[in-house]
T-cell receptor, first 114, second 116 residues
Framework: GDSVTQMEGPVTLSEEAFLTINCTYT??????LFWYVQYPGEGLQLLLK?????DKGSNKGFEATYRKETTSFHLEKGSVQVSDSAVYFC?????????????FGGGTRLMVKP | GAGVSQSPRYKVAKRGQDVALRCDPI?????LFWYQQALGQGPEFLTY????????KSGLPSDRFFAERPEGSVSTLKIQRTQQEDSAVYLC??????????????FGEGSRLTVL
């Protein structure tokens, strides 16, 4: 079945540091890939997505590129802020199946210190 | 309402009790999902509704779990004879017809169930 593996946290960075959170996937079809973020006390929300190979999703300074050859979708940001502290979830969806059903990775907690 | 609303936010149950968790999706959203999130883990799919029809319940862990959405809006997840391993955050998410097949779900804050 489909699965998503992401690096374990917590990841602790100083403000303005470069961020990478690794994500790899296994899927039988041609999934779409997503990063969701959960800020403290809030529900998960979509951060960015890419629907086909070589697409780059971007939002709020975060970027991730759909790499079919390495089955990866690593999240990057050039300069993190304290307000980026949250849990980040990589996810995939086979959009031909069950509407929007998402398969999530285990989540990576990011802590940014001033 | 403006977002997906879940209640109760916190529930403590004694082992063997029945619990009911409610989800109010965003008005007009066709699709509704329930996920289970164990501590330190990612959400895992439980079940999916399109309007009032339960199209996929393959993720429900046992026949003690039951979900319904009788009028195609509010949904209830019921857990009978709760066990300690049922302790988790139960997330509800909804999606509009236009967002079908785009992967964008709107999540509630979840209901945290603790079974003693």
């Amino acid at each position: 079945g489909d699965s998503v593996t992401q690096m374990e946290g917590p990841v602790t960075l100083s403000e303005e540091a470069f961020l990478t959170i690794n994500c790899t996937y296994t899927a039988t079809g041609y999934p779409s890939l997503f990063w969701y973020v959960q800020y403290p006390g809030e529900g998960l929300q979509l951060l960015l997505k890419a629907t086909k190979a070589d697409d780059k999703g971007s939002n709020k300074g975060f970027e991730a590129t759909y790499r079919k050859e390495t089955t990866s979708f690593h999240l990057e940001k050039g300069s993190v802020q304290v307000s980026d502290s949250a849990v980040y979830f990589c996810a995939l969806s086979d959009l031909n199946n069950a509407g929007n059903m998402l398969t999530f990775g285990g989540g990576t907690r990011l802590m940014v210190k001033p | 309402g403006a977002g997906v609303s879940q209640s109760p936010r916190y529930k403590v149950a004694k082992r063997g009790q029945d619990v009911a968790l409610r989800c109010d999706p965003i008005s007009g959203h066709v699709s509704l999902f329930w996920y289970q999130q164990a501590l330190g883990q990612g959400p895992e799919f439980l079940t999916y509704f399109q309007n009032e029809a339960q199209l996929d319940k393959s993720g429900l862990p046992s026949d003690r779990f039951f979900a319904e959405r009788p009028e195609g809006s509010v949904s209830t997840l019921k857990i009978q004879r709760t066990q300690q391993e049922d302790s988790a955050v139960y997330l509800c998410a909804s999606s509009s017809f236009l967002a079908l097949n785009t992967g964008e779900l709107f999540f509630g804050e979840g209901s945290r169930l603790t079974v003693l």
